[in-house]
C-alpha cells in the first residue's frame, strides 16, 4: 500500500501538540525523578534510583497506596452502581417525572468540583454544619467528618460520589437508550422476569459502556486532587493523603521537585497497568 | 456666670471634635502627601513605568489598592495589582519565583521564608536603603521599626543555626507583624471561678474546667500546615519548655525529654478541650469561631486578630475579653513572631527594581503605615513611631483597659519575642512535617516520643546537606 506523505504533514500540528504538552512535559517529569531537584537549588545531580527508594522506603508510603486505592476504587464502584441503578429507575417509561429527575442529575455536573467541595465542607462544619445540626438534633454526637481520621477519608469519597455519580447515570443511561426495546418485549414474552431481563440481557449489551465508565472514572478518580486538597488537604494527619496529593505537597511545600516528580510517575505507572489490563480485557470479550 | 458657662461647653465641644478627628483620621490625605514629599529623593524618576504588585488579601494590601492613586501621582509610575487568597498567593509566588519568570516585581513575603533568601530570589535592598538618589535615610529611618522586625528580615543566605538571623543584608522590609497571645473570655472566667493560667498544666486544667455546658476550652488552629507550628501555642510552649529542633551541629534533638513532655500536654489540650475538627482548623476558623460569641474559653493565636475581636460590627465579644502572654515554662517565655515583609523579585530588570523600590519605600514608610493601621487596620506595626501615635493608643487602650498595650509591650521589651528555630531554608518543610508530626499525637496514633523521633530522622536527612 502506497503511502501519502501529505498524510503525514496534515498529522504534524497534532503530533506537535502531543510532543509539546504531553510528551515533553512527561519526558521530563520522569528526569526529574532521577534527580535531586530542588525549587530552592540552581543546580541539581542526577541521584539514579535515590528518590524511588526514598519513595518506597517512607513508613508512610504504604498509607498514600491504601489512601490512593480505596478513594479510587471505592468512589468508582460507587458511582457506578448508583448510575447504574438510577440510569434503570429513570429509563422506565412509567416514571411521570423522570424529566425532571434527571434535569437535577445535572447539577452537580454543572457545579464546579471545587464549588461543590467547598460547599460539602460548610455542610460537615462541625460546629456549624446542617448535618451535625441533624445528627445532634436526633441525640447523637456531633462528628468532626473531615477532622476525624476515622471519617475522614470517606467523607471525601462521599463529596467525589456526588460530584460524579451523574456522570456515570447519562453515560449509562445514553447505553441503556441505545439497546432496542424489542429485545426487551421478546424477553417478557418467553416469561423471563424484571432481573433475568437486566441479568442476561441488559447488562450483557451494556458491558462494553459500563467498562469505558469504570475506566474513565478509575483513571480520574486515581489522579484526583481538587476534592481531596481542598476539604482536608492530605490530613487529619495522612488520613487523606494520596500519592498525587504528595506529589504536590513535596512540589509546593517542600521544593522538591524532583521527588515530586518520583510521586507522579509512580502514579502514572499505576494508571497505565490499571488501563491497559481494562483495555485488554475488553478487547478480548 | 452664664458667659463662663457658655464659654466652658463650646471649650469642651471643640475638645470632643479635636479629639474626634485626631482618633478618626491619624494622617489626612494632603498630610500624607506632604510627609512623602519631605523625603529627599526624586519620587519622579521612574515615572513612565509599570510594576506588578503580587499581594494576599490583607489589610495592607487593601490600604495600597485604595490608596494607590496618591502613590501614582506622587511617582508617576504605574501600578497593576494581582491579590490572591492566602493559599493561592504562595502557590503562584512559587512558580514565579521558581520559573524566574519576573512576572511579579513586588511581593508579599514572610520571615520565615529564608528559603526565598538562600534561593536568590529576593532582591537584597541594603543597596537601595544606603543610595542616597533613592532613599532619604533620616526621613524614612529604619531605626523607627522595632529592631526585633528588622532583625528577623535580615539574613546572609547561608549561615545555619540558632539566631543567625540579624546578619547580612535586608530582603524584604516588614510592614505588620503577629505575636502568639493567650486571649480568653473574662465572663467566661468569671462564671466558672477561674484565674488566668501561668503555667501549661494550668492552663490545660482551666481548659477542661471550660469545656463543658456545650462549651470548649480551647481554640486555635490546628491545620496541617507549616504555620500552625511555628506561629502557634504549640512553639510557644515548645521552646518555653526548652525544647529544641537541631543542635549547634545541626543533629536533630526534637526528641528530648522538654519537647516531649510538651508535645503530649499540647496532644492533651487539644485532644480534650477543643471542638470536633480541630485538626482541620485554619486561621481564619480560629478567629471566627473565637468572636461568634459561642462559649470558646481560651484562643491562642496572633495578636492580630484582636482588631476583628473588638470591632463591635462583626463581633460578639468586645469588651468580654482579657490578654496575657502564653504560659512561661522551665526555659522561660517565648513568643513566636511573625511578620509580613515586601520585597522585590530579583528576577526582574535593574530598571523594574528601582522603581520597585520606590513602591516599598512608599509602602513602608512612617506616613503611610500610619494610615495603614489607622485607617485600614493593617496591626500591629512593625514601626514605633506608629505603635506610640495617639490614635492608635486610643484604639488599642480601650481593649480590656489596656491589657494588651501592657502584653505587647512586655513581650518586646523583654524579648519573649524570637525566632526560636534554627535558621535554615528548611524551615518550612520542617515545619510542615511537625505539623503531621503533632496531629498524630493528638489523635493519639503514637506517642510524642515517637513522633519526634520519627520527625528527627526525616529533619536530619533534610538538614544532610547543610552539615560542615
Same mark, same amino acid.
Given at each position: 500500500?502506497?503511502?501519502?506523505?501529505?498524510?503525514?504533514?496534515?498529522?504534524?500540528?497534532?503530533? +506537535?501538540?502531543?510532543?509539546?504538552?504531553?510528551?515533553?512535559?512527561?519526558?521530563?517529569?520522569?528526569?526529574?525523578?532521577?534527580?535531586?531537584?530542588?525549587?530552592?537549588?540552581?543546580?541539581?545531580?542526577?541521584?539514579?534510583?535515590?528518590?524511588?527508594?526514598?519513595?518506597?522506603?517512607?513508613?508512610?508510603?504504604?498509607?498514600?497506596?491504601?489512601?490512593?486505592?480505596?478513594?479510587?476504587?471505592?468512589?468508582?464502584?460507587?458511582?457506578?452502581?448508583?448510575?447504574?441503578?438510577?440510569?434503570?429507575?429513570?429509563?422506565?417509561?412509567?416514571?411521570?417525572?423522570?424529566?425532571?429527575?434527571?434535569?437535577?442529575?445535572?447539577?452537580?455536573?454543572?457545579?464546579?468540583?471545587?464549588?461543590?467541595?467547598?460547599?460539602?465542607?460548610?455542610?460537615?462544619?462541625?460546629?456549624?454544619?446542617?448535618?451535625?445540626?441533624?445528627?445532634?438534633?436526633?441525640?447523637?454526637?456531633?462528628?468532626?467528618?473531615?477532622?476525624?481520621?476515622?471519617?475522614?477519608?470517606?467523607?471525601?469519597?462521599?463529596?467525589?460520589?456526588?460530584?460524579?455519580?451523574?456522570?456515570?447515570?447519562?453515560?449509562? +443511561?445514553?447505553?441503556?437508550?441505545?439497546?432496542?426495546?424489542?429485545?426487551?418485549?421478546?424477553?417478557?414474552?418467553?416469561?423471563?422476569?424484571?432481573?433475568?431481563?437486566?441479568?442476561?440481557?441488559?447488562?450483557?449489551?451494556?458491558?462494553?459502556?459500563?467498562?469505558?465508565?469504570?475506566?474513565?472514572?478509575?483513571?480520574?478518580?486515581?489522579?484526583?486532587?481538587?476534592?481531596?486538597?481542598?476539604?482536608?488537604?492530605?490530613?487529619?494527619?495522612?488520613?487523606?493523603?494520596?500519592?498525587?496529593?504528595?506529589?504536590?505537597?513535596?512540589?509546593?511545600?517542600?521544593?522538591?521537585?524532583?521527588?515530586?516528580?518520583?510521586?507522579?510517575?509512580?502514579?502514572?505507572?499505576?494508571?497505565?497497568?490499571?488501563?491497559?489490563?481494562?483495555?485488554?480485557?475488553?478487547?478480548?470479550? | 456666670?452664664?458667659?463662663?458657662?457658655?464659654?466652658?461647653?463650646?471649650?469642651?465641644?471643640?475638645?470632643?471634635?479635636?479629639?474626634?478627628?485626631?482618633?478618626?483620621?491619624?494622617?489626612?490625605?494632603?498630610?500624607?502627601?506632604?510627609?512623602?514629599?519631605?523625603?529627599?529623593?526624586?519620587?519622579?524618576?521612574?515615572?513612565?513605568?509599570?510594576?506588578?504588585?503580587?499581594?494576599?488579601?490583607?489589610?495592607?494590601?487593601?490600604?495600597?489598592?485604595?490608596?494607590?492613586?496618591?502613590?501614582?501621582?506622587?511617582?508617576?509610575?504605574?501600578?497593576?495589582?494581582?491579590?490572591?487568597?492566602?493559599?493561592?498567593?504562595?502557590?503562584?509566588?512559587?512558580?514565579?519565583?521558581?520559573?524566574?519568570?519576573?512576572?511579579?516585581?513586588?511581593?508579599?513575603?514572610?520571615?520565615?521564608?529564608?528559603?526565598?533568601?538562600?534561593?536568590?530570589?529576593?532582591?537584597?535592598?541594603?543597596?537601595?536603603?544606603?543610595?542616597?538618589?533613592?532613599?532619604?535615610?533620616?526621613?524614612?529611618?529604619?531605626?523607627?521599626?522595632?529592631?526585633?522586625?528588622?532583625?528577623?528580615?535580615?539574613?546572609?543566605?547561608?549561615?545555619?543555626?540558632?539566631?543567625?538571623?540579624?546578619?547580612?543584608?535586608?530582603?524584604?522590609?516588614?510592614?505588620?507583624?503577629?505575636?502568639?497571645?493567650?486571649?480568653?473570655?473574662?465572663?467566661?472566667?468569671?462564671?466558672?471561678?477561674?484565674?488566668?493560667?501561668?503555667?501549661?498544666?494550668?492552663?490545660?486544667?482551666?481548659?477542661?474546667?471550660?469545656?463543658?455546658?456545650?462549651?470548649?476550652?480551647?481554640?486555635?488552629?490546628?491545620?496541617?500546615?507549616?504555620?500552625?507550628?511555628?506561629?502557634?501555642?504549640?512553639?510557644?510552649?515548645?521552646?518555653?519548655?526548652?525544647?529544641?529542633?537541631?543542635?549547634?551541629?545541626?543533629?536533630?534533638?526534637?526528641?528530648?525529654?522538654?519537647?516531649?513532655?510538651?508535645?503530649?500536654?499540647?496532644?492533651?489540650?487539644?485532644?480534650?478541650?477543643?471542638?470536633?475538627?480541630?485538626?482541620?482548623?485554619?486561621?481564619?476558623?480560629?478567629?471566627?469561631?473565637?468572636?461568634?460569641?459561642?462559649?470558646?474559653?481560651?484562643?491562642?493565636?496572633?495578636?492580630?486578630?484582636?482588631?476583628?475581636?473588638?470591632?463591635?460590627?462583626?463581633?460578639?465579644?468586645?469588651?468580654?475579653?482579657?490578654?496575657?502572654?502564653?504560659?512561661?515554662?522551665?526555659?522561660?517565655?517565648?513568643?513566636?513572631?511573625?511578620?509580613?515583609?515586601?520585597?522585590?523579585?530579583?528576577?526582574?530588570?535593574?530598571?523594574?527594581?528601582?522603581?520597585?523600590?520606590?513602591?516599598?519605600?512608599?509602602?513602608?514608610?512612617?506616613?503611610?503605615?500610619?494610615?495603614?493601621?489607622?485607617?485600614?487596620?493593617?496591626?500591629?506595626?512593625?514601626?514605633?513611631?506608629?505603635?506610640?501615635?495617639?490614635?492608635?493608643?486610643?484604639?488599642?487602650?480601650?481593649?480590656?483597659?489596656?491589657?494588651?498595650?501592657?502584653?505587647?509591650?512586655?513581650?518586646?521589651?523583654?524579648?519573649?519575642?524570637?525566632?526560636?528555630?534554627?535558621?535554615?531554608?528548611?524551615?518550612?518543610?520542617?515545619?510542615?512535617?511537625?505539623?503531621?508530626?503533632?496531629?498524630?499525637?493528638?489523635?493519639?496514633?503514637?506517642?510524642?516520643?515517637?513522633?519526634?523521633?520519627?520527625?528527627?530522622?526525616?529533619?536530619?536527612?533534610?538538614?544532610?546537606?547543610?552539615?560542615?
Amino acid at each position: 500500500m502506497r503511502k501519502e506523505p501529505r498524510v503525514i504533514l496534515f498529522l504534524l500540528p497534532s503530533l +506537535l501538540l502531543i510532543v509539546l504538552i504531553v510528551i515533553y512535559p512527561f519526558s521530563y517529569a520522569v528526569y526529574l525523578s532521577f534527580t535531586d531537584a530542588r525549587l530552592i537549588s540552581p543546580s541539581f545531580s542526577f541521584i539514579w534510583f535515590g528518590n524511588y527508594v526514598k519513595v518506597f522506603t517512607d513508613p508512610d508510603f504504604l498509607v498514600y497506596l491504601k489512601n490512593t486505592f480505596v478513594y479510587s476504587v471505592g468512589v468508582t464502584l460507587i458511582e457506578i452502581f448508583l448510575g447504574l441503578a438510577l440510569a434503570l429507575a429513570l429509563n422506565v417509561e412509567e416514571v411521570k417525572a423522570k424529566k425532571v429527575l434527571r434535569g437535577l442529575m445535572l447539577l452537580p455536573l454543572m457545579l464546579p468540583p471545587v464549588v461543590g467541595t467547598l460547599m460539602w465542607t460548610t455542610i460537615y462544619a462541625p460546629d456549624r454544619g446542617p448535618l451535625n445540626y441533624v445528627l445532634s438534633g436526633m441525640g447523637f454526637q456531633k462528628i468532626a467528618w473531615l477532622g476525624d481520621s476515622h471519617f475522614a477519608l470517606y467523607s471525601v469519597m462521599l463529596i467525589d460520589i456526588y460530584l460524579f455519580t451523574p456522570f456515570a447515570f447519562f453515560v449509562l +443511561l445514553a447505553g441503556l437508550q441505545g439497546l432496542s426495546p424489542y429485545l426487551y418485549e421478546a424477553a417478557k414474552i418467553d416469561g423471563a422476569g424484571k432481573w433475568n431481563i437486566f441479568r442476561y440481557i441488559i447488562l450483557p449489551l451494556l458491558w462494553p459502556t459500563l467498562m469505558l465508565v469504570l475506566l474513565i472514572r478509575l483513571a480520574l478518580a486515581l489522579g484526583s486532587f481538587e476534592t481531596i486538597y481542598i476539604s482536608t488537604k492530605g490530613g487529619p494527619g495522612i488520613a487523606t493523603m494520596t500519592l498525587n496529593l504528595q506529589a504536590y505537597t513535596n512540589y509546593y511545600r517542600y521544593y522538591h521537585a524532583g521527588k515530586a516528580a518520583t510521586y507522579g510517575v509512580v502514579l502514572w505507572v499505576i494508571v497505565f497497568v490499571i488501563t491497559n489490563i481494562f483495555i485488554k480485557q475488553t478487547r478480548r470479550e | 456666670m452664664r458667659g463662663k458657662k457658655t464659654v466652658l461647653v463650646v471649650a469642651v465641644a471643640l475638645l470632643c471634635m479635636v479629639g474626634l478627628i485626631v482618633s478618626a483620621c491619624a494622617i489626612t490625605p494632603e498630610e500624607m502627601r506632604s510627609e512623602m514629599e519631605k523625603a529627599n529623593i526624586d519620587w519622579r524618576s521612574c515615572a513612565g513605568q509599570t510594576i506588578t504588585v503580587n499581594l494576599s488579601r490583607i489589610p495592607h494590601a487593601e490600604a495600597m489598592v485604595d490608596l494607590i492613586t496618591e502613590f501614582e501621582q506622587l511617582t508617576g509610575l504605574r501600578v497593576n495589582f494581582e491579590i490572591l487568597s492566602d493559599e493561592e498567593y504562595w502557590n503562584k509566588l512559587t512558580i514565579d519565583f521558581a520559573s524566574g519568570a519576573g512576572f511579579f516585581d513586588v511581593v508579599y513575603t514572610g520571615n520565615i521564608f529564608y528559603n526565598y533568601i538562600a534561593a536568590g530570589w529576593l532582591e537584597p535592598l541594603g543597596k537601595y536603603l544606603n543610595d542616597p538618589t533613592y532613599t532619604d535615610l533620616d526621613w524614612y529611618d529604619p531605626d523607627d521599626f522595632w529592631k526585633i522586625a528588622w532583625e528577623v528580615s535580615m539574613w546572609d543566605g547561608k549561615t545555619i543555626g540558632p539566631n543567625t538571623y540579624g546578619i547580612g543584608d535586608i530582603y524584604h522590609i516588614p510592614f505588620t507583624s503577629e505575636s502568639t497571645i493567650l486571649s480568653y473570655r473574662k465572663d467566661l472566667f468569671a462564671k466558672y471561678g477561674l484565674t488566668v493560667p501561668t503555667s501549661w498544666p494550668e492552663l490545660l486544667d482551666t481548659a477542661k474546667k471550660l469545656t463543658r455546658d456545650g462549651g470548649y476550652g480551647f481554640i486555635s488552629r490546628g491545620s496541617r500546615k507549616w504555620s500552625t507550628i511555628a506561629y502557634n501555642g504549640y512553639s510557644n510552649g515548645y521552646y518555653a519548655y526548652g525544647g529544641g529542633d537541631f543542635d549547634q551541629n545541626l543533629n536533630p534533638i526534637f526528641d528530648r525529654a522538654p519537647g516531649v513532655e510538651f508535645t503530649e500536654l499540647w496532644g492533651e489540650l487539644c485532644r480534650e478541650t477543643t471542638p470536633p475538627g480541630f485538626l482541620s482548623t485554619t486561621w481564619e476558623d480560629a478567629r471566627s469561631l473565637f468572636m461568634s460569641g459561642a462559649n470558646y474559653g481560651m484562643c491562642m493565636e496572633a495578636d492580630t486578630f484582636l482588631l476583628s475581636w473588638e470591632n463591635e460590627d462583626i463581633s460578639e465579644v468586645v469588651g468580654k475579653l482579657g490578654y496575657s502572654h502564653t504560659p512561661g515554662g522551665p526555659a522561660g517565655h517565648c513568643a513566636g513572631y511573625w511578620t509580613w515583609n515586601i520585597g522585590i523579585n530579583s528576577a526582574i530588570s535593574e530598571k523594574d527594581k528601582k522603581a520597585s523600590w520606590l513602591f516599598v519605600q512608599w509602602a513602608t514608610s512612617k506616613p503611610f503605615l500610619l494610615r495603614a493601621t489607622a485607617d485600614f487596620l493593617t496591626f500591629p506595626p512593625t514601626r514605633k513611631s506608629v505603635w506610640f501615635h495617639p490614635s492608635v493608643v486610643a484604639m488599642t487602650e480601650k481593649w480590656d483597659n489596656g491589657s494588651y498595650r501592657k502584653v505587647f509591650r512586655e513581650t518586646m521589651e523583654y524579648k519573649y519575642t524570637r525566632v526560636p528555630w534554627t535558621i535554615s531554608p528548611e524551615m518550612t518543610t520542617i515545619n510542615e512535617l511537625w505539623a503531621e508530626a503533632v496531629q498524630k499525637v493528638i489523635m493519639k496514633e503514637v506517642t510524642a516520643k515517637e513522633a519526634l523521633t520519627a520527625l528527627g530522622k526525616k529533619a536530619e536527612e533534610i538538614m544532610e546537606k547543610y552539615k560542615k
